[in-house]
């Protein structure tokens, strides 16, 4: 079989594609950087009343599945169908080697795999994961039930 009669495969670590998103609050420790960034991830504007939600996660927000899962909003207290992007990166306080790292390209960051399932952990639904292809930015998400099983 020619190489040709093959589709081609999706770039490896790629995901799939992030959904579309105008207008996000942002919470967690790292608010205020990421609202001063030049390029938001998904190209999304900062709107503090926006239903969707970006979440930071914090150094001790990245160490398992439990304390990331600690640091995401309760969809509860979300509207129906909301979508919370949880980004990779951790706000910390400078240090010389959290420069050394930002400086280099690599800054910490919380594996995909971990936000991911802290998002089905916490009960978010249509769980996702993918490259923002105009920033770079790892992205994991998760949307509240449009519906719930309560009687």
Request: glycine share 12%; with cysteine.
């Amino acid at each position: 079989m020619s190489r040709a009669a093959h589709p081609p495969r999706p770039e490896a670590g790629r995901g799939a594609r992030p959904p579309l998103l105008e207008a996000a609050r942002v919470v967690g420790p790292g608010e205020s950087a990421l609202a001063r960034a030049r390029r938001m991830p998904l190209g999304a504007q900062v709107h503090e009343g926006a239903r969707d939600v970006l979440v930071t996660l914090g150094p001790d927000d990245g160490a398992d599945v439990a304390s990331v899962a600690r640091a995401l909003p309760d969809p509860t207290t979300l509207g129906r169908g909301a979508l919370v992007v949880v980004l990779p990166d951790v706000a910390s306080a400078r240090s010389l080697a959290g420069r050394l790292f930002a400086a280099l390209g690599r800054a910490p960051g919380v594996p995909r795999v971990l936000r991911c399932t802290a998002l089905l952990a916490r009960g978010y639904v249509d769980v996702g994961g993918g490259v923002d292809p105009e920033t770079g930015v790892d992205l994991a998400w998760g949307r509240v039930a449009l519906e719930t099983n309560e009687p």
